[in-house]
């Protein structure tokens, strides 16, 4: 997508809002007419604009098999711009909401039939589809998912049944770093030819890419849900060289290189602009990336450097653009 991209909305029935954990509401959506709604397959996500106009995106949790509804689960967000606040106390059954068609960035290959989900908090929204789906096609999962305490943990019933037993695996840390799960032993080796699905807080995701350096980058995929931690307090402008036209630009603090070079009319492909996808991948050719992307292995990033979220460590860079 780039810059100019709206997506198309419908109009869609709220038919539930309801709290499912402490700061977690389950929306439902329905078509107005009763009619199906358009399909989707498990890791993808619906667009909505929210009461307050702000667009948001949120992964499906219900049951790809299912035409007539679309399930999500929003977080309260205590920072940004109270995108899911306002839709959490502000949707009421009954009320249309526009949402756009679903997409996946995140999709299970269909050949695998294997898989790890690692989730963290509310990023287990995805994670849910995929258990339903994966169930259903007779295939193998594992699930970690991680968690604060037993009242802000979405889901924990169903996941809690004697079905999943074996196979789930539910942590709470209580806030304590002491307390995390340790992941390593987990993912030590690869299993089977599993496919990893990690989603949650940026430090989870972080800390997963780095534990599994060694298996095959086609093998790993995450989805960040927030753009919230994409610019941190410490983050200082710096500029951005690009080598096909020598221009220089300056990328100020809040504000990622993408978004600049859009406004100096560059068309920027990109995708999940979250730096999970891939698409807007470029190459580095001099200066040091400050990489705060989920997509590139560690011998990777002295030459290349994700543009939707990454910035430099170096007073300038130079890309290949
Ligand atoms: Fe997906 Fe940059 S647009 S990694």
Redesign the pocket.
Known sequence: MTATDQPQMMPLRVTRNDQIADGIHLLEFRDTGGNPLPQFSAGAHITIRVPNGLLRKYSLCNDPAERDRYQVAVKREVTGRGGSSTLIDRAKPGDELYVAAPVN?FALPQRAQDFLFIAGGIGVTPIMAMIRQVQKEGKRFRLYYVTRSPETTAFIDELSKPEYKDKVVIHHDHGDPARSLDLKPVLAERKNREHLYCCGPRPLMEAVRDMTDHWSSTAVHFEAFSEADIHKATDRPFKVRLARSGKVVEVPADKTI?EVLREHSLDV?????????????TKLLAGQADHR???LAAHERADNI????SRAKTDEITIDR
């Open positions: 960035d993408m492909p990109s995708s999940c602009e979250t730096g999970t996808c891939g698409t807007c991948r992307d989920l997509v994700m543009i939707c979220v």
